[in-house]
C-alpha cells in the first residue's frame, strides 16, 4: 500500500497568488501576494491583514537578524485570471524596470529598497532567500522572460545592511526555490531542469532533511501533476 496524503485544511481563501510563507511566534503566518503587491498577514482564525504595500511582485521572504522582513520582488508582472477560476503570470509588468531586495518593518509597514542590481547589471527577478548565522543571505534571480529575449538568472549573496552584493553562480535555468544545509556548508537551489515538473520552495528540518514543493508541468496534450516531497540532504 501507498503512504496516505496528509490532510489539508484551508486557513484564508481570495489571496491573490500567495507564495513565499513565513511563520511568526505568534502562530500568524505571512505571505506574499505577487498578483497584489503585498506583503500579507493571516491570523490563525483565518484574517487576512495586509502588512505593507511593496508594488512591483514580491516574492520569497525571510526574517532577517534585525526582525525585519526581507523581501525578493520581481519587477512585477502581467496577469490574466483563467476561465475556471485562478490566476497565471503571462509576462513582465508594462512598467517593469528591475527587481529589487527589499526590507520591511512588520511595525510600521515601512518598505525600503536594498538592492535593484548586483556587480554586472540590474537584478532580473529575485525570487526567494534565505539567511546565513552570520546575518548574510542568499537569494536566487530567476531571470525574465521578454517577448523576444530572455535576462539568465543565477544565485547572489549580500549583506543585510545594503552594503554589498556578490554575484555568486551564473548562469542558471530559472532558479527558484533556496535553502542551506544544517552546517551551512551546502546552498541547495531549486531548479526547472530536471526530470522534476517545476520545483519552487525548499524548507530544511532540523534533521537535515528537506521539504520542497513542485509545481507539475503542463505541455501541449498533458500535465504533469505537482506535489510537496520530502528528500534527505546526502
Not at 547589471?121 to 531571470?143: C, E, H, K, S, Y
Not at 552546517?183 to 524548507?203: N, S, T
Request: charged residues 20%; neutral net charge; glycine residues 18%.
Amino acid at each position: 500500500m501507498g503512504e496516505e496524503s496528509p490532510a489539508f485544511r484551508e486557513i484564508a481563501h481570495g489571496l491573490r497568488f500567495p507564495e513565499g510563507p513565513v511563520v511568526l511566534p505568534d502562530g500568524s503566518v505571512l505571505v506574499v501576494e505577487l498578483a497584489r503587491g503585498t506583503l500579507s498577514r493571516i491570523a490563525p482564525s483565518g484574517r487576512v491583514e495586509v502588512v505593507a504595500e511593496t508594488g512591483g511582485g514580491p516574492n520569497g521572504a525571510a526574517i532577517g537578524p534585525d526582525g525585519k522582513v526581507y523581501l525578493c520582488n520581481n519587477g512585477g508582472m502581467e496577469w490574466r485570471e483563467g476561465k475556471r477560476g485562478g490566476l497565471r503570470p503571462v509576462g513582465p509588468a508594462a512598467d517593469y524596470v528591475s527587481g529589487s531586495i527589499q526590507r520591511i518593518d512588520l511595525a510600521t509597514g515601512q518598505v525600503e529598497t536594498l538592492y535593484e542590481a548586483g556587480p554586472h547589471g540590474r537584478l532580473g527577478a529575485p525570487n526567494d532567500i534565505v539567511f546565513d548565522r552570520n546575518g548574510g543571505f542568499w537569494f536566487t534571480d530567476l531571470g525574465k522572460a521578454f517577448h523576444r529575449h530572455a535576462q539568465r538568472g543565477g544565485v547572489f549573496y549580500a549583506k543585510a545592511d545594503g552594503s554589498e552584493i556578490r554575484e555568486a553562480i551564473f548562469p542558471l535555468i530559472t532558479p527558484n526555490g533556496i535553502g542551506l544545509s544544517a552546517g551551512e556548508d551546502r546552498l541547495y537551489v531549486a531548479g526547472q531542469h530536471g526530470r522534476l515538473g517545476a520545483p519552487y520552495d525548499i524548507v530544511f528540518d532540523r534533521n537535515g532533511g528537506f521539504w520542497f514543493t513542485d509545481l507539475g508541468k503542463a505541455f501541449h496534450r498533458h500535465a504533469q501533476r505537482g506535489g510537496v516531497f520530502y528528500a534527505k540532504a546526502d
